[in-house]
């Protein structure tokens, strides 16, 4: 057994008895000022602790993401009407995907960015259109050729009116013209415009009235408008309404279309019977836009590879005008990747000087051709994309934080030969930005704080000694000179 007297040998902190010890006010003071500082010190190094040290590293690409990106984007085009407009992706590795329509949405706005209707949907337009049998056989003219003038003089006369908008230049207004000539013989037969008086077919070249055509936001030819008496006032943002014609163009089917417009309508009254259109009929009619402009809004994924998001006028049976044609656009926004939310990012202020400075670069800018360039004028955006990745070590390991993807944007006009286009050229780069955070382990902060606690104490206590020791010096040496 070993005696407690030898254990006590071992003591590393002999006390001394009380009796033997004395306290000072010069000892009291400094023990405060110690106290007083250990406490700064210990503030200090909790601050210290708290906080999480960050360090930069550009590295190759490691995305965990997977192989595609995802694109948002809503931008406003002035002059390009929602019938036509189509959302194109391609890249270097041959992907090609032409009006892209299951995840975009289209919205009518005036010259202003308003809005100026519901959705619309362009799943109508998209079909084969049947043009009948090519025919080189000549047919008299049954639709009426319409002015400015006779336009408005016959658009409040008939209950019915069905204008063809077309082009002489255009391969699908001269594909359509003599089913069309033949439709409105049929039609005239039928229904006689003086004795009858419910419906006329008529024709408006949209080279020699132009003024017209503008009017009634004409962008692709032919186009077919059916106007109704007394649905042209001046209701919505100042705007006529109509409707446009997106079935098959051979004669039987424009007869067709005509009869199941006519049908409703008493031939005596010109009342809309109640039963109203015929259901063949309205599933190849739709609300024309009352404005030129489109919002054009949704998202794509892309491949990340180098390539292009395109908005331009698209269609399978019109013909455009490129020199009339305007892509200027403005973008409320243009993301890349999953956007990082406000409010995490509020959360986490301590990333703000590291993210969300460029994901949105292009947001809020307009670029709006007043035809100073001239026409057949494309607007490219080159955007460069880098990752940005905050990763944190907790127990050992790295978890990721956020993942964000940044870019620059470098925009241009260029004039083409071709149909102008806005289009966004995306490249994505081989590195990424990681961000780590490298939080301080808990057994440091214990370290530290004991090393504040016992070097303080024993330099207050050395201080404390040689000061003691100088003061009894000093009464010494005055005592020896008083004797």
């Not at 210990?42 to 995305?63: C, P, Q």
């Not at 639709?143 to 069905?162: C, M, R």
């Not at 006028?313 to 013909?319: L, T, V």
Request: with cysteine.
């Amino acid at each position: 057994m070993v005696s407690s007297t030898k254990l006590k040998s071992v003591d590393f902190y002999r006390k001394i008895p009380r009796d033997l010890t004395e306290a000072s006010l010069s000892g009291a003071g400094l023990s405060i000022v110690a106290a007083l500082f250990m406490m700064f010190l210990f503030g200090m190094e909790l601050s210290s602790y708290l906080e999480v040290n960050t360090t930069t590293a550009v590295i190759v690409d490691k995305s965990s993401d997977g192989d595609f990106l995802r694109i948002d984007f809503n931008i406003s085009f002035p002059a390009l009407s929602c019938e036509f407009a189509s959302v194109d992706v391609s890249d270097v590795l041959g992907t090609n995907r032409l009006n892209i329509t299951k995840t975009i949405r289209k919205f009518p706005i005036d010259p202003h960015l308003r809005s100026t209707g519901a959705e619309f949907h362009s799943g109508l337009a998209l079909h084969n259109i049947n043009h009948g049998e090519e025919t080189k056989e000549e047919f008299p003219d049954g639709a009426i050729p319409l002015t400015s003038a006779s336009f408005e003089a016959l658009s409040h006369h008939f209950p019915i009116l069905v204008v063809n908008f077309n082009a002489p230049w255009c391969y699908w207004s001269n594909r359509l013209k003599p089913a069309w000539e033949k439709a409105a013989n049929i039609i005239k037969q039928r229904y006689d415009p003086e004795a009858d008086g419910r419906v006329l077919l008529g024709n408006v070249d949209c080279t020699e009235e132009p003024a017209l055509c503008k009017r009634n936001h004409i962008q692709g030819y032919p186009s077919i408008r059916i106007f109704r008496k007394g649905s042209d006032l001046r209701e919505d943002h100042g705007h006529h309404e109509h409707e446009s014609y997106y079935g098959d163009r051979d004669t039987d089917s424009i007869v067709k279309m005509v009869e199941g417009l006519v049908a409703p309508i008493h031939p005596e009254t010109h009342k809309v019977a109640l039963e109203g259109k015929s259901n063949d009929t309205v599933k190849n009619l739709k609300k024309a836009p009352v404005t030129g402009g489109c919002r054009v809004e949704g998202y794509v994924r892309v491949k990340k590879v180098p390539g292009n998001l395109v908005i331009s006028a698209h269609s399978g049976a019109h013909s455009f005008d490129s020199s009339q044609m305007n892509m200027s656009h403005v973008v409320s926004h243009l993301s890349f990747g999953r956007m990082i939310s406000p409010r995490l990012l509020t959360d986490m202020k301590r990333l703000l000087p590291y993210l969300g400075l460029s994901h949105d670069r292009l947001d809020g800018k307009a670029f709006i051709n007043q035809h100073e360039f001239g026409a057949n004028v494309t607007i490219e955006h080159y955007l460069q994309i880098v990752k940005t990745e905050v990763i944190t070590r907790r127990s050992g390991q790295e978890h990721s934080l956020i993942e964000e993807y940044e870019y620059t944007a470098h925009s241009s006009v260029a004039q083409t030969y071709y149909l102008p286009v806005a289009k966004f050229h995306f490249e994505l780069s081989p590195m990424q930005i990681l961000i780590t955070e490298n939080p301080k382990s808990f057994s440091h902060f214990i370290t530290n704080l004991c090393a504040i606690i016992g070097g303080v104490f024993t330099v207050a206590g050395i201080l404390d000694s040689i000061f003691h020791n100088t003061v009894r010096l000093i009464k010494k040496v005055e005592l020896g000179k008083n004797i």
